[in-house]
């Protein structure tokens, strides 16, 4: 599939069939994964796949009750645990080299993207949980100190076909030219 | 281009030609960005594209000493400046819904991806820029109360053929099953 196409057509996807995804599919999806760029190539990201039923209740259980990914999650055949090692990215020294913390964040945000434009190249559907209880998931799938879990994909085959998707701000609404509020296009 | 090969072959590019990248080239990009998917939809990003060669010289003056990018970023043509707006992801009701903060880090990070996938695509080379002081940048490019800058990327014409690129932890050196821990792939 063309770059342009994936970016263009990924949606979050919250219904999936019973088809179950395979352990080489998502062997596949983390061998693009790990070509993200990270802070000074520190890599700190981890991944725990939930297949165990009982535990996919559970980490779905840490999930808000707004949250609209509930449903989906408790009849995916897998669920995928984002964790970052902390103390790394954005350090220097082992101390915070930026004004900004928390730069696992922005780590593992490229490579969640990485992730969902893979998995639907390969006609797999995902949706980024990030309203729950993360100190909870935490516990259920053992990661240590030094660790957060910072969202779950739940990840399957789309039951229906990809709708138009949310509106989006067009491009001249937030690209700016020198100075923050100066329209560069029209 | 084919997305696996835009994800497998995209590297750090810190070494740009004269040729200036246009216009039409930067808005493609942000035609990709926008697409991005963010928490609720919420699409907190706002970009400053600094083309002014005064002002591409005190942004890159707020990098750290030891950035490796500094060289290139005075000879860019464009500097790309990404800039959240606080408060808004990852809340809910405006207070700050999961144990995590920084949650626009998050959104940011995959913002930054899709934009470094699409460059690549478009024969163009990037290099993200978190080690600096996002403060100092903040006030050069005027973001105001509510915002952060949280990175930049330098973009241009790459100068040198791609390398190898520094090496990855294989995948069964991040991914478990059910436990941290517990390999999922030999």
């Known amino acids: ?3 342009q196409e994936a970016i263009f057509k990924r949606r979050s996807v919250r219904r999936f069939t019973e088809d179950a995804v395979t352990d080489e599919e998502l062997k596949k999806i983390f061998e693009s994964v790990r070509w993200s760029p990270s802070w000074a190539n520190t890599q700190t ?22 949250n ?15 964790c ?12 915070e080299a930026t004004p900004l913390s928390n730069w696992y964040m922005f780590d593992l945000g490229i490579a969640a ?5 893979q998995a639907h190249e390969m006609g797999l559907g995902t949706v980024v ?3 729950m209880n993360q100190d909870a998931c935490k516990k259920l799938v053992a990661a240590p100190e030094g660790y957060e879990v910072v ?3 739940p990840i399957g085959r789309p039951a229906v076909a ?3 998707g949310p509106q989006r701000k067009e491009v001249p609404d937030f690209v700016y030219l020198n100075q923050f509020g100066k329209k560069m296009f029209e």
Do not use: H, N
Request: with cysteine; aromatic share 6%; net charge neutral.
């Open 1 to 3: 599939m063309e770059l």
């Open 45 to 66: 990201w981890e991944f725990i796949v939930v297949r165990d039923k009982e535990l996919i209740e559970k980490v779905t259980g840490t999930y808000s009750d707004k």
């Open 68 to 82: 609209p990914a509930t449903k989906c999650s408790l009849s995916a055949s897998a669920l995928i645990v984002l």
């Open 84 to 95: 970052a090692k902390t103390g790394v990215s954005g350090c220097y020294d082992g101390k």
């Open 113 to 117: 993207q990485t992730l969902c434009l």
């Open 129 to 131: 949980v990030g309203l």
């Open 151 to 153: 969202a779950v994909i």
């Open 162 to 164: 990809a709708k138009e």
